[in-house]
């Protein structure tokens, strides 16, 4: 099927892909340094990125690629964690899924922007081959500034798979 004889590609709001997930920091989850290990952010993060693109998408996804992840400030145990996420970009069936964690005193309810990153996602069919996904529609400043910049990273990324296919 030709670019020009694709049916047009219909819309889905960012804010219906939307997930949260709040935990509290026990000293398990932590370094020496009583601040949360990386890795545990991480599988919060992958796993609610997860949801927003299966509820995207309403297929089975596979992580393919997780970009940017920027550790910006610690989470300290006692701290709560909330991570959010929703999807930003998509391309034929890849999801980009925008992740942040924020922190919460429980005491004093200040919130901090602990970390942030981009996950891409494939949507599978149920033969397991890649599947196409919706669009995004962007609604709020942030989906939209997000979406605008969704092609650079989608080409940012491309290029770095063809230069290791390069070298290998």
């Given at each position: 099927?030709?670019?020009?004889?694709?049916?047009?590609?219909?819309?889905?709001?960012?804010?219906?892909?939307?997930?949260?997930?709040?935990?509290?920091?026990?000293?398990?989850?932590?370094?020496?340094?009583?601040?949360?290990?990386?890795?545990?952010?991480?599988?919060?993060?992958?796993?609610?990125?997860?949801?927003?693109?299966?509820?995207?998408?309403?297929?089975?996804?596979?992580?393919?690629?997780?970009?940017?992840?920027?550790?910006?400030?610690?989470?300290?145990?006692?701290?709560?964690?909330?991570?959010?996420?929703?999807?930003?970009?998509?391309?034929?069936?890849?999801?980009?899924?925008?992740?942040?964690?924020?922190?919460?005193?429980?005491?004093?309810?200040?919130?901090?922007?602990?970390?942030?990153?981009f996950f891409v996602?494939?949507?599978?069919?149920?033969?397991?081959?890649?599947?196409?996904?919706?669009?995004?529609?962007?609604?709020?400043?942030?989906?939209?500034?997000?979406?605008?910049?969704?092609?650079?990273?989608?080409?940012?990324?491309?290029?770095?798979?063809?230069?290791?296919?390069?070298?290998?």
């Amino acid at each position: 099927m030709t670019h020009e004889t694709e049916p047009a590609k219909r819309l889905k709001r960012a804010s219906e892909s939307r997930a949260i997930l709040t935990e509290i920091v026990f000293p398990s989850d932590t370094n020496h340094l009583q601040t949360m290990f990386g890795g545990i952010v991480m599988e919060y993060m992958d796993k609610v990125a997860a949801i927003s693109a299966m509820r995207h998408s309403r297929t089975s996804v596979v992580t393919v690629s997780t970009d940017s992840i920027d550790f910006v400030a610690p989470i300290r145990v006692g701290e709560a964690i909330i991570v959010e996420s929703f999807v930003s970009w998509t391309h034929r069936s890849s999801i980009e899924v925008f992740v942040k964690a924020v922190t919460e005193n429980l005491k004093t309810g200040i919130r901090n922007t602990a970390v942030t990153a981009f996950f891409v996602f494939v949507a599978l069919g149920d033969d397991g081959r890649p599947t196409p996904v919706p669009g995004i529609l962007p609604e709020t400043d942030e989906e939209q500034e997000l979406h605008i910049t969704g092609l650079d990273r989608y080409l940012q990324r491309r290029k770095r798979v063809d230069e290791r296919k390069g070298q290998s």
